[in-house]
């Protein structure tokens, strides 16, 4: 009879085993959508979590209509590296060769770092972010969005996440449909320890706020104005992005 449970046991354990080598990409395209609201999916996902590609799509959520994919697919290859997971990402289109994160997993918590790269991480076209709805569906944008990191570790634990390194997304050549302005100019959005930063680099609109980012989501707040002698070429453009108060529009999130 003992031997007997034992059969049984091997036989569930090799099981699971079978399962988790071979458990489809699916899987791992569910989880990401349920964990960003919808907004971001792996759209006709293949082979499996551990290695397997899919189309990222941007979406504005559940119901909406509004989608954006990225050109190409998204390649992924998953394992591991001591006591964390190594995932290792590549998209002709829009990665720097191939994109590392390291995934710490522990007892309720999470630690996740991102390996630097001497240039940049990633470059999406800014018309992907249209997918998102309103009111990028209205500003279709055009330029490049483009990511670096520097030393980033986030942590997760107790409910609530902490940040070390940086994070910045730059906002290159930036144009949009309501502005006959072109290119508006360069911008910076940048993360260190929680807290939001945008920053104008260049350009006829200026753009500037902060933030911060916690357990329950992102709170911001800026302003968007326009050049001297630029006002009424952003007129449009400064009503869609914000409240408008005189020849200042308030950006509000959160």
């Known amino acids: 009879m003992k031997l007997q449970r034992w059969a049984w046991a091997g036989a569930a354990l090799g099981a699971l085993t079978a399962l988790l080598a071979f458990a489809p ?5 569910a989880e990401l959508a349920s964990a960003t609201g919808q907004h971001l999916l792996l759209s006709d996902a293949r082979g499996s979590v551990w290695n397997g590609s899919a189309v990222l799509v941007l979406t504005g959520g559940p119901g909406s209509r509004d989608a954006a994919a990225l050109p190409g697919r998204l390649h992924w290859t998953l394992g591991w590296q001591g006591l964390s997971m190594h995932l290792k990402a590549r998209q002709d289109c829009c990665i720097n060769g191939d994109l590392e994160l390291l995934i710490k997993p522990g007892w309720r918590k999470l ?3 991102v390996i630097d790269k001497p240039d940049w991480q990633a470059r ?5 972010l249209s997918g998102l709805g309103t009111p990028w569906n209205t500003l279709q944008l055009g330029g490049a969005l483009r990511m670096q990191t ?3 570790r986030l942590r997760w634990a107790a409910q609530s996440w902490s940040q070390d390194g940086e994070l910045s997304l730059d906002l290159l050549g930036l144009s949009s449909r ?8 360069n911008y910076r959005f940048s993360l260190r320890a929680g807290a939001l930063q ?9 753009l500037q706020g902060v933030g911060v980012l916690g357990a329950n989501g992102a709170s911001f707040r800026g302003e968007a104005s326009a050049a001297p002698g630029r006002e009424a070429a952003l007129d449009n453009l400064l009503n869609i992005i914000g409240l408008r108060q005189g020849a200042r529009s308030i950006i509000s999130i959160g």
């Open 111 to 113: 630690e996740l770092s």
């Open 124 to 128: 999406w076209p800014a018309a992907w």
């Open 25 to 29: 990409a699916s899987w791992l395209a």
């Open 150 to 152: 520097r030393d980033l």
């Open 198 to 206: 945008l920053s104008t680099q260049e350009g006829d609109l200026q």
């Open 178 to 185: 309501v502005s006959t302005l072109s290119p508006l100019g």
